[in-house]
């Protein structure tokens, strides 16, 4: 299982990222997939959750109406577009197939 997160960066308050995740090595279409962050001193959360077909969605309070997840199974690609970024987004962000592997992550830092 290999998971290669990108799209990182630094951006202003109010600015907008989009991070992809690019998956292989297993069934990607079968699988629900996860976006999950993790902040300096703080526990890994969940951000956002999307169904193996990609009808069904769900996010984590703190990001519901700003966050959007997708995925392209034909590519076997995550997305999550952020809107309307705070600077407590700030955190290494990840994504996650029910399988126990983790990536790398991609850096945000929302800041002025």
């Known amino acids: 299982v290999q998971l290669v997160e990108s799209g990182g960066g630094l951006v202003q308050p109010g600015g907008s990222l989009r991070l992809s995740c690019a998956a292989s090595g297993f069934n990607f279409s079968s699988y629900v997939m996860s976006w999950y962050r993790q902040a300096p001193g703080k526990e890994r959360e969940l951000v956002a959750i999307?169904?193996?077909?990609?009808?069904?969605?769900n996010y984590g309070n703190p990001v519901k109406g700003r966050f959007t997840i997708s995925r392209d199974n034909a590519k076997n690609v995550v997305y999550l577009q952020m809107n309307s970024l705070k600077p407590e987004d700030t955190a290494r962000y990840y994504c996650?197939?029910?399988?126990?592997?983790w990536g790398q992550g991609t850096q945000v830092t929302v800041s002025s």
């Open positions: 999307i169904s193996s077909g990609g009808g069904t969605t």
């Open positions: 996650y197939p029910p399988l126990g592997y």
